[in-house]
């Protein structure tokens, strides 16, 4: 290795202390690169897994991945349950998550990189047990209430007096509930809804909005731990801004935004 070491300084004519701590500090650098940890959820249209091979699918997936690619950032995607997603980015640096909903409560505990689209939410519930129009969130108080942990859900029903919320693991587990009767409604946007009807073969007719939440208009972002590298940060940020101006994210985007339209 020494005289590896004196042919190049030979070659190039550094001294050879100079070549010993350039190499050195060449090799601690690319050791020291963070793989980024990115965290979601298995939520249909967003994030899946493609049946057929098995590959992580989905609108914000695929947008989420283009946007690290041309940051040409080391990263690694994993899927969880919303609530463990949800504790891991706040607990861990250099973590990111999507597809997150920005509210004021969550404002200060997160660094917001981009926003990834805009949903509508609604109540929604058995169509057979619920003959009346629902004029004001406050008359669904008493529904006995399905949410994900720590989704924006969960925190808007909390914050409206609902005095009976039951906090499950996911959607799946919500349906089933509402299906044998031990939970009365739950929220969701519209197009969740119409993609998670299809995809488990749920009578759309059954299942039915009750009451639209207009005061939770929700912008969806990709969102990081708030101790997470500011140099990350700015590269993704940056990369995110290229990705929308070069039309990426429209081709990417556009289906879901028509699908939206429905």
Not at 71 to 96: C, G, H, M, S, Y
Not at 181 to 200: T, V
Request: with cysteine; hydrophobic share 40%; proline share 3%.
């Amino acid at each position: 290795m020494e005289l590896l070491y004196r042919r190049l300084s030979v070659f190039t004519g550094l001294p050879l202390s100079f070549l010993v701590w350039a190499i050195m500090l060449n090799s601690t650098t690319i050791l020291a690169e963070p793989r980024i940890q990115i965290v979601t959820e298995n939520t249909y249209p967003w994030t899946y897994y493609d049946e057929s091979n098995g590959k992580l699918k989905g609108f914000s997936t695929e947008l989420i991945t283009a946007i690290m690619k041309e940051a040409n950032l080391n990263f690694e995607i994993t899927v969880l349950p919303w609530p463990r997603a949800f504790r891991r980015v706040k607990n861990d640096k250099n973590t990111l998550i999507y597809s997150m909903g920005r509210t004021a409560e969550r404002e200060n505990q997160f660094i917001w990189i981009g926003k990834i689209f805009n949903i509508n939410n609604s109540v929604y519930g058995l169509k057979k047990d619920n003959k009346k129009i629902i004029k004001d969130i406050s008359e669904l108080k008493n529904c006995i209430t399905g949410v994900v942990r720590n989704d924006i859900f969960n925190q808007y029903f909390e914050d409206h007096g609902f005095q009976h919320v039951i906090q499950l693991e996911s959607y799946e587990q919500i349906l089933q509930l509402l299906k044998r009767g031990r939970i009365q409604c739950y929220g969701s946007s519209k197009i969740g809804a119409d993609y998670f009807f299809e995809r488990n073969n749920i009578d759309t007719n059954s299942v039915v909005p009750i009451f639209t939440i207009d005061d939770l208009n929700t912008d969806i972002y990709f969102a990081a731990n708030i101790d997470t590298n500011a140099g990350i940060i700015k590269k993704i940020k940056e990369s995110f801004l290229r990705i929308k101006e070069n039309g990426t994210y429209l081709k990417i985007m556009q289906p879901m935004f028509d699908g939206q339209k429905n």
